[in-house]
């Protein structure tokens, strides 16, 4: 396969990224400086050297633990629980929670063959049933679409406990919507006025 065939189609296997959008992303990396195109690189390289998911909550980070679990200030005693990294970046522009985060990398979709097994469902358990972690609510924070609802469902009969108080976002988030594309203003008012599940 030719180099230019096999740049446009590393570019296609992006998610969202069709043919057209895949040939001028590589057109733009071959038309720039070299200068750039190299930090281009090299930027990708070291993400994939050093970035590792958080020992506690799952998500993307270069140490240990990343800067929310490793924030003193932040209550631990409040676990919102997100699909993937980029639920955690929606909540937190909101700036209106100020607890910690689980990242399941995923929602249950069984026609696609994601199962309990594929995601960090058994992290999760481990975390809410911890007594020294203290975690009184957990917040599910699921897309509300069927395979979100399905997982919240899941997630909450699963964790459902005496000491634990299980609740999901609530107003603000259509049918359908994916947490990444709500403004925070809406997502802000859903993680506000969250309801028990």
């Not at 209550?75 to 100020?98: I, M, N």
């Not at 997982?151 to 009969?157: D, E, I, K, S, V």
Request: hydrophobic content about 40%; overall charge positive.
């Amino acid at each position: 396969m030719k180099a230019w065939e096999r740049l446009i189609l590393a570019f296609k296997r992006f998610p969202g990224i069709g043919p057209k959008q895949a040939e001028r992303m590589a057109l733009h990396l071959l038309r720039s400086p070299a200068a750039e195109s190299d930090e281009f690189l090299k930027a990708m390289q070291e993400a994939r050297s050093n970035i590792r998911a958080c020992a506690r909550c799952c998500n993307y980070t270069d140490r240990e633990l990343c800067a929310v679990c490793s924030d003193p200030g932040r209550d631990k005693g409040l676990l919102c629980v997100v699909e993937d990294p980029q639920g955690v970046g929606a909540v937190e522009r909101t700036r209106s929670f100020h607890g910690l985060y689980h990242v399941l990398h995923g929602r249950l979709s069984p026609l696609d063959g994601v199962g309990p097994e594929s995601l960090r469902i058994r992290e999760l358990v481990r975390r809410v049933k911890d007594r020294a972690a203290g975690i009184r609510e957990v917040i599910l924070a699921t897309d509300a679409d069927t395979e979100g609802e399905a997982t919240a469902l899941y997630l909450a009969q699963l964790l459902r406990g005496p000491s634990v108080k299980m609740t999901r976002i609530a107003q603000g988030v259509p049918l359908g919507g994916s947490l990444d594309y709500i403004d925070e203003r809406t997502l802000g008012q859903a993680v506000s006025c969250r309801r028990e599940f």
